[in-house]
């Protein structure tokens, strides 16, 4: 499906654009990828990493509207990667994660149907259900933005769909580069030992995203079955016998992330390795898309808690360890 097209990543700089832009450079055969982003100098040690005539590097903002009208021409898919997603830092500057998260978002949705984009996947957060911090309030809203735009497409059969999963291994901003960082001192900051979390790799991360491709009709919010894991376990991977200092929780922090909420159940199936929210309203007319989906039980919450698939400490040595994180 991606062979011969034209692939734009906004945030295509980040963990996930690159690791993204490795597996399709590997396996598909795209016409052109091209990198949208503001920092020059992260697409500079991109090209570094990459040597391949295929990629092109824009300088831009999703801010600006203007510019991603030029960059998106003759663009068939879009990955969308960038966003402002500290919770801290959009605790303390909410006007400028709004403007990134939200604005941000319409403004590639408008440029999108202008330019006859054909499908769009907008990445999400485990923090966008029952939000309880800015970042997941906004990255909320534009998943509503993303799934209300197939309303607007009309003849130019635009489809957009979003992505939902949770926290990525060896992402920037993940606790793991701290833990290593402090590992030597056998003394790790624990926020509470009760915490627990979703998990999933990078890899796994961008094999769901294309997938999702081939899969979507539009307006879908496609979350993978991933496993949980405790944080006091991932602490004792990267540091064995390491004293865990329980330091309390952050502000706009949860104890357990919820993916999809009992009222999010609603109109929610199950397929093969992946859950399935459907829209309310169902853009594509008459032939849903769920003839081989299975509805799961009214009041199904999926929580990093109540999780029937759990990372015990030997697996997260494992991954961490495939992933040359330790040795």
Known sequence: MLNGKKILITGGTGSFGKAFVKRILKDFAPDKLIIYSRDEFK???MKQMFDSPKLRYFIGDIRDEKRLYRALADVDYVVHAAAMKHVGASEYNPTEAIKTNVI???NLISAALEARVKK???LSTDKACNPVNLYG???LCSDKLFIAANSYSGNRNT???VVRYGNVLGSRGSVIPLFMKLANTNELPITDDRMTRFWITLPQAVDFVIKSFDMMSGGELFIPKIPSMRITDLAEA???GCKKNVVGIRPGEKLHEVMIS????RNLYEYENRYIKLPDFSFWGESLPAKCYVPVKEGFEYSSDTNSMWLNV???REILKQDGVIE
């Open 137 to 139: 309030a906004t990255k």
């Open 104 to 106: 941000g978002a319409q």
């Open 120 to 122: 769009i996947i907008a």
């Open 314 to 316: 030997e697996e997260l």
């Open 43 to 45: 697409q500079y040690q």
């Open 159 to 161: 489809k957009f769909s």
């Open 262 to 265: 009992r009222d999010d159940s």
């Open 238 to 240: 990267i540091a064995p």
